[in-house]
């Protein structure tokens, strides 16, 4: 079983949807859960960080973490055509570092005007 | 703020030719790393240093050399390279090894034929 599962996509959906991306991880230790965005031909920015379990708001944005199913989410309220991207989660323990990050291969969304 | 620059954006070699991609950050960051990203397998940590005189293997560092003599500085060499190495290669730093984002540059697209 790989340690972080995520639906590679693509996922298409109309301007102004809310939008669900998800992660699914293995490893109990993981404490520490980012979503980056990717946009084609740049490098990955990222977009929520978070610490353990709970939700966390920014703007249009709101990251929820799981930990007792193992389950990271991505919510887009309101999506634009300039949210079309690659969507990475990534994650790792409270004893690792940026060398231990463990990554999903990423979700491509499309936004349709 | 340029933030992390990576040169070449592109570069194209012919299999056994040797070749340094630069990567430098203006963001005092003691945390640099190298990635590659292929299609179906995400990213993968190449090598990467917490700060000047000090590097480290990470899951992938077969074939590539790394030296960090500034802070700023953080270059990936191949010495003879291999068609398995046709890849997009990210660099990316941090402030510290622990509780800090990655900051990722724009990415070189290297061929090996």
């Known amino acids: 079983q790989k340690e972080v599962e995520q639906d590679p996509g693509p996922l298409s959906v109309p301007e102004g949807a809310i939008v669900s991306l998800n992660c699914t991880y293995s490893?109990?230790?993981?404490?520490?859960f980012m979503w980056y965005r990717q946009y084609s031909r740049k490098g990955p920015e990222l977009l929520m960080y978070?610490?353990?379990?709970g939700n966390k708001e920014d703007g249009r944005f709101t990251a929820q973490v799981d930990k007792s199913s193992k389950y990271i989410s991505l919510f887009i309220r309101d999506s634009q055509p300039s949210d079309s991207a690659t969507y990475l989660c990534?994650?790792?323990?409270?004893?690792?570092?940026?060398?231990?990050?463990?990554f999903g291969k990423g979700t491509h969304l499309i936004i349709q005007p | 703020n340029a933030g992390v620059t990576q040169t070449p954006k592109f570069q194209v070699l012919k299999t056994g030719q040797s070749m340094t991609l630069q990567c430098a950050q203006d963001?005092?960051?003691?945390?640099m790393s190298w990635y590659r990203q292929d299609p179906g397998m995400g990213l993968r940590l190449i090598h990467y240093?917490?700060?000047?005189?000090?590097?480290d293997q990470g899951e992938v560092p077969n074939g590539y050399n790394v030296s960090r003599s500034t802070t700023e500085d953080f270059p990936l060499r191949l010495l003879s390279a291999a068609p398995s190495q046709t890849s997009v290669y990210f660099c990316?730093?941090?402030?510290?090894?622990?509780?800090?984002?990655?900051?990722f540059g724009n990415g070189t697209r290297l061929t090996v034929t």
């Open positions: 978070t610490y353990s379990s």
């Open positions: 240093s917490v700060g000047a005189g000090i590097t």
């Open positions: 990316a730093s941090s402030i510290g090894r622990y509780n800090s984002p990655l900051h």
């Open positions: 490893n109990s230790a993981f404490q520490y």
């Open positions: 990534a994650m790792r323990g409270s004893g690792g570092g940026a060398d231990g990050l463990t």
């Open positions: 963001m005092n960051h003691e945390y």
